[in-house]
T-cell receptor, first 110, second 114 residues
Framework: DAKTTQPTSMDCAEGRAANLPCNHS???????VYWYRQIHSQGPQYIIH???NNETNEMASLIITEDRKSSTLILPHATLRDTAVYYC???????????FGKGTKLTVNP | GAVVSQHPSWVICKSGTSVKIECRSL??????MFWYRQFPKQSLMLMAT?????????EQGVEKDKFLINHASLTLSTLTVTSAHPEDSSFYIC??????????FGDGTRLSIL
């Protein structure tokens, strides 16, 4: 079973920041928080991951709370192409399997 | 970024035939590859994990004799659906992991059995 809880769906206006929350209250000390997204009829796309520090890359920012029980993925300027299902996954990394929950369906509106 | 190529992207075949799907890591060595299946409006479900040169580990409920997995090199894994039937119609997705790379996914294979 997935160890994360995410809202089923969210809407965001094009050009605005999209903030996607994730709860992972049972995360272990050696588990990372990974974010992937799946655009319709494609394979999941890796976005970002982090352990305890906030992370930023060209796609998004990841904010992890100090107690590591929740995190937020931030898409700073959402575009229509960001419409997808976003999955938050906790995992030790390496060769450990990823367990996908139901994710958050983000719809970016014009 | 890391690239995982999956082929074919879609296939339609008659019931009873076998179908082979290839998954290649193009720019890194994949010590571990994973095969997932996704039914419409559902999330990805892991079918099996394969490490190069060893037998795959199947998830509970996945028939190893029906879904044959070969991971003969660090850049290639194949999934063969043997004697496919309409209930095997699904979206099959592979992912690869190696070195310092997080898991990267192929674009999936849509399998339709008539």
């Amino acid at each position: 079973d997935a160890k994360t809880t995410q809202p089923t769906s969210m809407d965001c206006a094009e050009g605005r920041a999209a903030n996607l929350p994730c709860n992972h209250s049972t995360i272990s000390g050696n588990e990372y928080v990974y974010w992937y997204r799946q655009i319709h009829s494609q394979g999941p796309q890796y976005i970002i991951h982090g352990l305890k520090n906030n992370e930023t890359n060209e796609m998004a920012s990841l904010i992890i709370t100090e107690d590591r029980k929740s995190s937020t993925l931030i898409l700073p300027h959402a575009t229509l192409r960001d419409t997808a299902v976003y999955y938050c996954i906790v995992n030790q990394g390496g060769s450990e399997k990823l367990v996908f929950g139901k994710g958050t369906k983000l719809t970016v509106n014009p | 970024g890391a690239v995982v190529s999956q082929h074919p992207s879609w296939v339609i075949c008659k019931s009873g035939t076998s179908v082979k799907i290839e998954c290649r890591s193009l720019d890194f060595q994949a010590t571990t590859m994973f095969w997932y299946r996704q039914f419409p409006k559902q999330s990805l479900m892991l079918m099996a994990t394969s490490n190069e040169g060893s037998k795959a580990t199947y998830e509970q409920g996945v028939e190893k004799d029906k879904f044959l997995i070969n991971h003969a090199s660090l850049t290639l894994s194949t999934l063969t659906v043997t004697s496919a039937h309409p209930e095997d119609s699904s979206f099959y997705i592979c992912s690869a992991e190696g070195g310092n790379q997080p898991q990267h996914f192929g674009d999936g294979t849509r399998l339709s059995i008539l």
